[in-house]
Structure formats: C-alpha cells, structure tokens
C-alpha cells in the first residue's frame, strides 16, 4: 500500500539548519509530484513547497523562499525538505503528501508528520 514516512524533525535555535526526509514505498513514487505542509497548534494546514515529479520544476511558500529547498531522489524513492535559517515561526509538525492515481481516483496520502521546534 502506499506509504510516506516522515523523519528528521527536531528542535534547533533560530538561525539553525534541519534536513527533513520523506520516504515513499507502494506506489510509482518517480510519477508523482511531492509536497511538504506544515500545521501549527492552532492554525491550519500551511503550503511549504511542492517538486514535480521528475523535480524540474519547484514552488515554495513566500514564508520559506529563499531558506528552504525541496528534493528528491528517485532512485531512492526519497523526497526531502532542507531548511536554512530556521525561526521559532517554522515550528510545525511537518509531513510531506502526494496524491497518487489509484484506479480512477486520485487520493491524497501524506506522512505521519514530523515535529520541529525552533526555540532559543
């Protein structure tokens, strides 16, 4: 079955650097495009960066340009989110997502989320 799993959270201080992971497996992963949000305690979801499936093309939110970079190996079946310059406003739990074709459905996936605090 389709699955992400997220990995690299933790917390750092303003002005640190993390390197979030998003493993795939069950489906063409090299197919479909990538994209990483971020949800905060009390705010909804928020658009972080997107990857097209062969990575050619990338978009990022104004929020992150410029500090993080989206990723991916296809060989590896890996997408990752680089994030520069970190502030205590990037705090989120972070989980990358695809929406994968399923018959004659499009259905949304994403990871289990994982978290980065950015605190002095």
């Known amino acids: 079955q389709v699955q992400l799993v997220d990995s690299g959270g933790g917390s750092v201080q303003p002005g640190g650097s993390l390197r979030l992971s998003c493993a795939a497996s069950?489906?063409?992963?090299?197919?479909?495009?990538l994209t990483w949000y971020r949800q905060f305690p009390d705010k909804g979801r928020e658009f972080v960066a997107t990857?097209?499936?062969?990575?050619?093309?990338?978009n990022y939110a104004d929020s992150v340009k410029g500090r993080f970079t989206i990723s991916r190996d296809n060989g590896k079946n890996m997408a990752y989110l680089q994030m520069n310059f970190l502030r205590p406003d990037d705090t989120a739990v972070y989980y990358c997502s695809a929406v994968v074709l399923q018959g004659s459905d499009w259905t949304p996936f994403r990871g289990q989320g994982t978290q980065v605090t950015v605190s002095s």
């Open positions: 990857i097209s499936h062969r990575g050619s093309s990338t």
């Open positions: 069950g489906f063409a992963f090299g197919d479909y495009a």
